[in-house]
Structure formats: structure tokens, C-alpha cells
């Protein structure tokens, strides 16, 4: 009967381990009618997930699917194109500059990134209104 006992056991600490997340949810919610309980209790699950994110935890910027793996005020984001933020928090591009490797850099002459980030213009082209040109 030792197995019986084992069995019992993990049951026991598998409780345990589900226990308290149902509760966390259970307090996030409001009285309310029960249609309107459902809505709001997987809303305000996910909000819950939302703000918990990467200020707390910045490694959830690294799972598939995240804007970036940087975090900038709880939000994922990725330094090397957000013209919000690029390169740092809060570093925004002004137009008519966009970001390409973390920097802000003008499209319409930049020669590295002509008309958009990584657009090289070869060794001797020049970038002329977003174009590299030859002449
Ligand atoms: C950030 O943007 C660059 C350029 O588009 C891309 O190569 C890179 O994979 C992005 N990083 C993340 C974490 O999405």
C-alpha cells in the first residue's frame, strides 16, 4: 500500500500547487450578475497578466509572439526599429527619421538604410529622396 500512499501525496501537493492562483482570480472580481462575472473574470485575468509583465519580469519580452524583448514602461518592445523608443526607452525619432539598429537615421539620405533600414546604397550610389542613385 505504499504506492497508494505515493499517489495520495502527489494529489495532495498538486492542490496545493493550483490552489493559489484560483484564489488571486477569485479576488479580482467583482459582484456582479453571472454573465457579466465570466466577462469580467477573464478580463481582468488577462489585464492581470498584462500589468504583471515585464516590469516585474522582463524575460516574458523573450517568448514567441512579444512587439520586442525589450521593456519600456510594462510593454514589450524591440529597441532596434520602434521609433518610439529606439535604441533606449523613450528615445522617439522624429519625423521625417526612422529607427533602423537602434538608431534614428533619415530615410530619404541615409546610405545604409535608403528608403528603409538596410537598404544599402553600393559603394558609390548616393541616397536621393529614399533612393539610391547612381549617376
Ligand atoms: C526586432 O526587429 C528586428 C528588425 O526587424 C528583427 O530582426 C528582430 O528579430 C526583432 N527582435 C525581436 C525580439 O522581435
Sequence with gaps: MKFNK?????????????????????????PNSNLQRTTHFFHSRKQNRVSLTCDKNPKVC?????AGSDCCKNKCVNFTIDVFNCGRCGKKCSFP???????????RS??????????????RGSCVYGMCSYA
Excluded at 523573450?62 to 512579444?66: E, Q
Excluded at 545604409?112 to 559603394?123: A, L
Design 6 to 30: 505515493t499517489i495520495f501525496l502527489l494529489a495532495y501537493l498538486m492542490a496545493l500547487a493550483i490552489t493559489p492562483s484560483l484564489a488571486t482570480s477569485y479576488e479580482m472580481e467583482e
Design 97 to 107: 527619421k526612422i529607427c533602423c539598429e537602434g538608431k534614428c537615421v533619415n530615410p
Design 110 to 123: 541615409n546610405e545604409k538604410h535608403c528608403g528603409k533600414c538596410g537598404n544599402k546604397c553600393d559603394n
Design 62 to 66: 523573450h517568448i514567441k509572439g512579444s
